[in-house]
């Protein structure tokens, strides 16, 4: 989840799925992400101040690469949508060179560039 100011924070042991659970208390929602015995996510949810679920991922089928361990199974739930998406990573690479031509961004052929900084001004 993305970092907010918590109102309030609490650790505990989800003895349900044998891992670490971290629950950060906000104004609006209520973030969770748990950890596996060695640090790694296995799960994250955000609820909103209703109570019910906003999303919900799972992460497994870690392998180390280079000594960063990356899952490559990523499970994404948005019941309030009735979504799902499971991504499968393979060949991974980490931290690789990119040549800046990568981001570049052409305007497609008849479309106007608008210049945003001066309309916020």
Do not use: C, M
């Not at 907010?4 to 209520?30: C, K, M, N, P, Y």
């Not at 739930?77 to 690479?93: F, G, M, Q």
Request: overall charge negative.
């Amino acid at each position: 989840p993305a970092p907010h100011s918590a109102e309030h924070d609490r650790v505990s042991f989800d003895t349900t799925i044998g891992a670490v659970r971290l629950v950060r208390t906000l104004a609006d929602r209520q973030q969770s992400v748990w950890f596996s015995l060695p640090s790694t996510p296995v799960a994250a949810e955000e609820r909103g101040d209703d109570g019910h679920l906003d999303w919900h991922a799972t992460f497994g089928g870690y392998e180390d690469h280079g000594g960063v361990p990356i899952a490559t199974q990523v499970n994404i739930e948005l019941p309030r949508w009735a979504r799902s998406l499971e991504l499968v990573l393979s060949d991974v690479d980490v931290n690789p060179s990119l040549d800046n031509s990568v981001f570049a961004f052409q305007t497609p052929p008849g479309s106007k560039e608008v210049n945003l900084e001066s309309i916020a001004d």
